[in-house]
């Protein structure tokens, strides 16, 4: 088992930047490919960057390339979301999660196995 806590999120006005954290707690970090989607009312959640277990390869949806950069810390059990230039439509709850799949990118959510409560981003215009 692995629990995920989410924390970083806020209200930003556009252009501005915010940083989420995801804190892991229980098996070695390092034993999980990570991840972080994000879900707008009325939405699918959807996938937003991804990173495995070293950090050696990441992932991003277009629609937050060159704004958005995931990394991780292994000996502090963390993953960070960086997220510049921030646009209304970012607006949404944040969910980082957690997949068994170490050793590449996961961009499907439903080859995550554990998952964080989320943390709120507003961005407004």
């Known amino acids: 088992q692995v629990q995920l806590v989410e924390s970083g999120g806020g209200l930003v006005q556009a252009g501005g930047s915010l940083r989420l954290s995801c804190a892991a707690s229980?098996?070695?970090?390092?034993?999980?490919?990570m991840g972080w989607f994000r879900q707008a009312p009325g939405k699918a959640r959807e996938f937003v960057a991804a990173?495995?277990?070293?950090?050696?390869?990441?992932r991003y949806a277009d629609s937050v390339k060159g704004r958005f950069t995931i990394s991780r810390d292994n000996a502090k059990n963390t993953v960070y979301l960086q997220m510049d230039s921030l646009k209304p439509e970012d607006t949404a709850v944040y969910y980082c999660?957690?997949?068994?799949?170490?050793?590449?990118?996961?961009?499907?959510?439903?080859?995550?196995?554990?998952w964080g409560q989320g943390t709120q981003v507003t961005v407004s215009s």
């Open positions: 990173i495995n277990w070293s950090g050696g390869i990441t």
């Open positions: 999660a957690a997949s068994f799949q170490k050793y590449v990118v996961v961009l499907e959510n439903s080859r995550y196995d554990y």
């Open positions: 229980g098996r070695t970090f390092s034993s999980y490919a």
